[in-house]
Each structure stands twice: as structure tokens, then as C-alpha cells.
């Protein structure tokens, strides 16, 4: 099966700077990359997704990059605030069919 | 709204009882899912679900059973708990084209 990896497993960055999250995964299959974030608390909510098809995908001040011959692909937050913190999980699926998560990013936005 | 939602949110239980974890939804979604989730490991799939006459073993099933007994509800039992099932289980529901997984608010289930 697929295996997922995730690193850092804690962040911590200064309001204003950037924080990068990268992943790894097994299966060469796979074509579907969501991005999780869950507050303290909270039920995971998807906050950007990229397919195979695509390299890079921005949504205002998040962005993921893929790099399919790398098996890699990493989540990037600018202008961080503290309304980021939280713990950010990365998954990958093959046809939206199952979902493999990785261990999971605790990032902290210090004001 | 449409949404997921679980049933107990906290239960504690004792080494061998039957637990049933249920989850409904009205986003008529399709698809269905169970995870747990356990600190530094993530979320784990138990078993899903992409219409009521299907079922599928995750990563994790050995000692969970399911039932999906309509579109909108999918149960997670554990037929005889253990203290390392003692974790917050998530359900979600999914559907093409969109694929966003929908999760519910979980149930946190401690196994004395």
C-alpha cells in the first residue's frame, strides 16, 4: 500500500514569515494530493488539493508545489498569522479512493 | 446545513465490551469513511464504504466491524474493546467530482 511521510512533526515560525511542509509518498499510482488543517479541537478541514496533472496550485497565501518524479510534494503558507496554527496533515490517494494521511505538522505562529 | 455528525462524542468504556460508533450524514454523499487518529500517527483508515452494498477493509480493521445501513449511515463497532483502541475516531464522506473528504466533529473512545 501507499505510505505517506511528513516532516517537520512541529513548526514554529514568527508572524510574517513562511512556513513549508513537505511530503513523500510510496506509490507512483497515486494522482490526488489534499491538504488537512485541524485546529485544537476541530474536525480536519481540506484547505488546498492538487492532482497529478498539475506542478503547482495557489490559493492566496497557501500554495502546494508537487513533484511527481520525486514522489514529493509540499504545502507553503506566506505572511503567516497566528490563525495558522494548527496541525496540517498531507494525503495522497489513487481515484479519490482511499486516502492515505501522513503523521501530521504542528505549526505555531508566534505574534 | 448539510453536515456529518457522530454519535457518542466521549465514551469511556471497560476492556471487553462491544462498542457501536455511529455516524450520519446529510450531505448525500456516497461514499463513506472511518479513521482514527492517534498522536504522531495521524489518521488511519478503517474501512469505507462507497455505496451501502459495499465495504471495504482499511489499513486498520482487525477489531472493528462496520455496518452501513442506509446512504446516510455508516456504524463502527468494536466488538470487544482493548485499552490501544483508545483514540479519536473520525468519520467522513466524500463524492465525485469534488472528492473533498467531509469530516465529522469525532468521538473521543477511551478503553479502560
Known amino acids: 500500500g501507499e505510505n505517506v511521510e511528513q516532516h517537520p512533526s512541529t513548526l514554529s515560525v514568527q508572524e510574517g514569515d513562511s512556513a513549508v511542509i513537505k511530503c513523500t509518498y510510496s506509490?507512483?499510482?497515486?494522482?490526488?494530493f489534499p491538504w488537512y488543517k485541524q485546529e485544537l479541537g476541530k474536525r480536519p478541514q481540506l484547505i488546498i488539493d492538487?492532482?497529478?496533472?498539475?506542478g503547482e496550485k495557489k490559493d492566496q497565501r497557501i500554495a502546494v508545489t508537487l513533484n511527481k518524479t520525486a514522489k514529493h510534494f509540499s504545502l507553503h503558507i506566506t505572511e503567516t498569522q497566528p490563525e495558522d496554527s494548527a496541525v496540517y496533515f498531507c494525503?495522497?490517494?489513487?481515484?479519490?479512493?482511499?486516502?492515505?494521511f501522513g503523521s501530521g505538522t504542528k505549526l505555531n505562529v508566534k505574534p | 446545513d448539510a453536515d456529518v455528525t457522530q454519535t457518542p462524542r466521549n465514551r469511556i468504556t471497560k476492556t471487553g465490551k462491544r462498542i457501536m460508533l455511529e455516524c450520519s450524514q446529510t450531505?448525500?454523499?456516497?461514499?463513506m469513511y472511518w479513521y482514527r487518529q492517534d498522536p504522531g500517527l495521524g489518521l488511519r483508515l478503517i474501512y469505507y464504504?462507497?455505496?451501502?452494498?459495499?465495504?471495504n477493509k482499511g489499513e486498520i480493521s482487525d477489531g472493528y466491524s462496520v455496518s452501513r445501513q442506509a446512504q446516510a449511515k455508516f456504524s463502527l463497532s468494536l466488538e470487544s474493546a482493548i485499552p490501544n483502541q483508545t483514540a479519536l475516531y473520525f468519520c467522513?464522506?466524500?463524492?465525485?467530482?469534488?472528492?473533498?473528504?467531509?469530516f465529522g466533529p469525532g468521538t473521543r473512545l477511551t478503553v479502560l
Open positions: 492538487i492532482r497529478s496533472n498539475v
Open positions: 464504504s462507497f455505496d451501502v452494498k459495499d465495504i
Open positions: 467522513a464522506t466524500s463524492d465525485p467530482p469534488a472528492n473533498e473528504q467531509f
Open positions: 450531505k448525500g454523499h456516497d461514499r
Open positions: 494525503a495522497a490517494s489513487y481515484n479519490f479512493n482511499k486516502f492515505y
Open positions: 506509490d507512483s499510482a497515486s494522482n490526488y
